[in-house]
């Protein structure tokens, strides 16, 4: 299996710092199947040419596999072209080889990952599950001009026709770390297969290799199919995240084409930020974290001084740390942050004494007969001097392309409020509880329908 990348960028030769592989070297890296090489053959002020060269280990490649098994004829996993043609295998082998250079990290040269690059891709044979035409539609979206050559099935015997592979080029200007995430979800996805056993951890590994392009992607839900091997579970768990993280605002036609606006997960975290300043809150508890965009986003604040993330699922912190970066953050910064399991039904006297509390998207995944557990622990216990609740306005999904109708924006949701159901809740909680509370649109306010957020900003009366 090969991959070049080329840029003519000057120098060309930066494309080695980005990659973390020196051009005057040839570098050699275990992978699962067998061992991946990276050398190049040209490197200049004006041309460089990186190539990944992943040799496959027939014997990995069979092992604990039962003849005759999926692949429909008992001499199947020794008779196939996994070893020459890109596949999910290529993709495995850029995420290690290339990680570093996928997470747009560059020590040596920081500004160089945010720097887009004239670049030349080549996969001289990729296996296209539905011809050349599919491998335009799915890259041509992303910035790139796309050459899918198809490759004949014997080229002595032309009458033969093509086979189902196809000679790939791809030529724009991206930065790099964008196009080596392209490549990872979607050489296995033009493929259609996978080699490895799918399990719930691709869900976060498409998350993340799609961040800030899959969610828009015209073809969004035939990527999400094929790369999580059509489960349906699956798919429509990353489908609700990709739809929770996009969150998009339909854009309408006009003569001039309109900036494309925020994500509205963007504009609800900016909405909190903003009430959290207006409140003078310097320690706040992010409760129902999750994967940790809001803690980003405070502790990119110096006026946020202690910020505690909160949520009941273990595994969600741990990708929180990850995406936080919590081991690699200085000490001062450090310090300012820490991250504990809990639930939010229960008096945990760790999130009392902030100044803040926020409920970002959290209330519409609790069953309504333990809201009020909620509303006791967060108003009555832990009591901080502000609360901060957004929560999606059901009244606004008719807006929303592609949502059935009475369908709900995520299959976690236990419920989605109207307007006057919303205020209803933070009216009686509020009285409840001494505190006043406003109320602020989050997003387009559309004057039939509202917002497609709804936030309530609660503060504690004076004693």
């Keep these: 299996m090969l991959l070049t990348i080329t840029t003519t960028a000057t120098p060309a030769t930066d494309l080695g710092f980005l990659l973390h592989k020196h051009p005057g070297k040839v570098q050699e890296f275990d992978v699962t199947v067998g061992r991946a090489h990276v050398f190049y053959p040209e490197a200049t002020d004006r041309v460089c040419t990186a190539v990944l060269l992943v040799e ?88 790139w001009q796309v050459r899918a050559t198809p490759l004949p099935l014997d080229p002595a015997v032309p009458d033969w026709g093509d086979s189902r592979y196809v000679d790939l080029r791809l030529t724009g200007e991206l930065r790099l770390a964008d196009a080596l995430n392209h490549l990872y979800v979607l050489l296995p996805v033009l493929d259609n297969a996978k080699h490895y056993w799918i399990g719930i951890d691709e869900v976060e590994k498409l998350i993340r290799a799609g961040e800030g392009w899959l969610g828009t992607h015209p073809d969004r839900e035939l990527i999400t199919r094929r790369y999580l091997a059509h489960r349906r579970e699956l798919v429509a768990t990353a489908v609700g995240r990709l739809t929770e993280l996009d969150d998009r605002v339909p854009e309408e036609p006009d ?24 409140a003078g809150a310097a320690r706040v508890v992010d409760l129902g974290c999750g994967e940790g965009a809001l803690i980003r986003a405070l502790l990119a604040e110096p006026a946020f001084r202690e910020v505690l993330g909160v949520d009941v699922s273990h595994r969600a912190l741990e990708i929180a740390a990850r995406r936080l970066r919590l081991e690699r953050l200085g000490e001062r910064q450090r310090e300012r942050v820490r991250l504990v399991q809990s639930s939010l039904t229960y008096r945990d006297e760790r999130i009392a004494g902030f100044d803040a509390a926020v409920l970002m998207e959290v209330v519409e995944h609790v069953d309504p007969p333990r809201l009020p557990a909620l509303e006791r622990a967060v108003f009555g216990a832990a009591r901080p001097s502000t609360v901060v609740v957004t929560t999606p306005n059901v009244e606004y999904n008719i807006r929303f392309e592609g949502l059935q109708a009475g369908a709900m924006r995520h299959r976690d949701h236990r419920f989605e409020w109207t307007r006057g159901e919303f205020r209803a809740w933070a009216g009686g909680v509020a009285a409840a509880h001494g505190y006043r509370v406003r109320y602020v649109p989050v997003g387009p306010d559309d004057p039939e329908v509202g917002p497609p957020t709804q936030m309530a900003v609660f503060a504690l009366e004076a004693s």
Excluded: K, T, W
């Excluded at 900036?259 to 900016?270: D, H």
């Design 255 to 278: 003569d001039e084409p309109a900036p494309r606006p925020l994500p509205l997960v963007q504009q609800r975290i900016a909405a909190v930020l903003a009430a959290l300043g207006e």
């Design 56 to 143: 496959v280990d027939p014997v990995e490649l069979v092992r604990g596999r039962r003849p005759g098994g999926a692949d429909g004829f008992s001499l199947a996993q020794y008779v196939n072209d996994r070893p020459y043609a890109a596949s999910s295998m290529l993709a495995v082998a850029i995420s290690r080889v290339f990680r570093s250079a996928m997470a747009g990290r560059c020590a040596a040269r920081p500004e160089l990952p945010d720097r887009p690059l004239p670049l030349d891709i080549h996969v001289p044979a990729l296996p296209c599950a539905g011809g050349a035409e599919i491998a335009v539609r799915l890259f041509a979206p992303l910035g």
